[in-house]
């Protein structure tokens, strides 16, 4: 289709989100005459989302802004079972006061993004425990599970692709589909739900509901998904060398949350600016325009905006001036992340492979030997080439710190208790 008609997918469309839809006319019809109802759902595996969700985080945002209500639909039930869509293992089994001890934690990040106060089309959280845990196993099997093929089932490339390598899929996973898809229609029951988004990775699974919507009665559904994203480079949207990039400051702190964005390769800042940021595109277009070390520039505003989007405004200046003084001019920050240790162990002094490991820095104590090795590590902004040297008190700055870097733009503050 050349034209939306609809400000919501004229936007997604402008901005690079969409991969398919299951239907294009008759849901840009939908969308540009009435107020539209669309969920993404979310298993709570962890207490945060990462990086690797903002994209679809982002879709619902632009869906409340262009007119329509959004729902972050919360997996309590099918958390319990886990997706095995393209995972080479089953994921493992959570309790019940994980799952519900991770959706309170994941709530957080949502509130940054969607309005749950707005008049007219207020967004909602909702939890799929509220239908699946109830269900009676026998009249479920009977009044839904008669719609699914388990031919078109082993079809799917989800499917496929564990079967092929020869790994068990287990008859808990296998029903994961199925309740996925009658989320969406349950979802259309309660609240009018005519849209699921998701990764592309999702396709089979929307389309699973919107098949089951069809034969169980419930008006026309539609699926959009959008592309699986990763950088100009091949890596994983979400994934650092340190770890997952979270979304809850509790478990990655705002300045490194900043720094991850500014770290962005020079192909992909456009293309993140217009996905992550509410910048207009006419102000994407002119930051497309600079060239040479201007890009850096672009970065900064990258990193700034997905931040304050995230954590106020207010925590993404901070953490931009963080970074100025840290490296423009040399200077450390207070608001520089830091780990504390024991004073007595500094006296006996700490092997830096070791340190880098405590620190973060490193996950392995062969991972830190790499980095040596590579040139990379500094202990107050001396190089290390001895991998067996020890950091002690006498490394201590006058500032009462000691200062350790993995690369240029990788820091810590070692503070000793």
Do not use: C
């Not at 504390?340 to 996950?363: R, S």
Request: negative net charge; without cysteine.
């Amino acid at each position: 289709m050349s034209a939306f008609k609809s400000d919501f997918l004229r936007t997604l469309s402008e901005r690079g989100f969409i991969h398919q839809i299951s239907d294009e006319s008759g849901l840009d019809d939908l969308l540009a005459k009435e107020s539209v109802t669309a969920y993404i759902g979310y298993d709570p595996t962890a207490s945060s989302l990462h990086v690797g969700h903002l994209m679809q985080i982002m879709m619902l945002h632009w869906f409340q802004e262009t007119g329509h209500r959004p729902i972050s639909l919360m997996g309590g039930g099918t958390g319990m079972v886990g997706d095995p869509s393209f995972k080479d293992e089953a994921r493992q089994l959570m309790t019940l006061d994980t799952i519900e001890a991770n959706i309170a934690s994941i709530k957080r990040a949502f509130a940054q993004y969607l309005d749950y106060d707005k008049p007219g089309n207020g967004a909602m959280m909702i939890n799929n425990a509220d239908w699946l845990r109830p269900i009676n196993y026998l009249e479920f099997l009977r009044d839904v599970g008669r719609h699914f093929s388990v031919n078109r089932m082993l079809s799917f490339d989800s499917v496929k692709t564990r079967l092929d390598r020869e790994q068990s899929l287990s008859f808990l996973e296998f029903n994961y589909m199925i309740l996925q898809a009658y989320d969406f229609v349950e979802l259309n029951k309660r609240y009018g739900t005519r849209l699921q988004m998701g990764g592309s990775d999702q396709w089979g699974n929307i389309i699973n509901g919107i098949d089951l919507g069809h034969r169980m009665g419930t008006p026309q559904l539609y699926a959009l998904t959008a592309p699986l994203l990763t950088t100009a480079s091949g890596a994983k949207m979400g994934k650092s060398a340190s770890g997952a990039v979270w979304l809850n400051a509790d478990l990655l702190p705002v300045y490194e949350f900043w720094q991850y964005w500014r770290n962005t390769e020079d192909a992909d800042v456009i293309k993140f600016l217009k996905l992550f940021t509410k910048l207009p595109m006419d102000e994407i277009a002119r930051l497309a325009a600079l060239g040479g070390s201007e890009i850096n520039d672009a970065k900064k505003i990258l990193a700034t905006e997905v931040t304050a989007m995230l954590h106020g405004r207010a925590a993404a200046e901070e953490a931009a001036e963080t970074a100025r003084k840290t490296f423009e001019e040399g200077t450390l920050a207070d608001s520089l992340p830091s780990v504390e240790i024991a004073a007595g162990e500094l006296e006996d002094g700490i092997g830096i492979l070791a340190l880098f490991v405590k620190a973060g820095l490193a996950g392995s104590n062969g991972e830190a030997r790499r980095h040596i090795q590579g040139g990379a590590v500094r202990v107050n902004d001396a190089a290390v080439s001895d991998e067996k040297q020890l950091v002690g008190t006498a490394d201590v700055t006058a500032d009462g710190i000691i200062k350790l870097s993995l690369g240029k733009k990788k820091h810590i503050l070692v503070r000793p208790v």
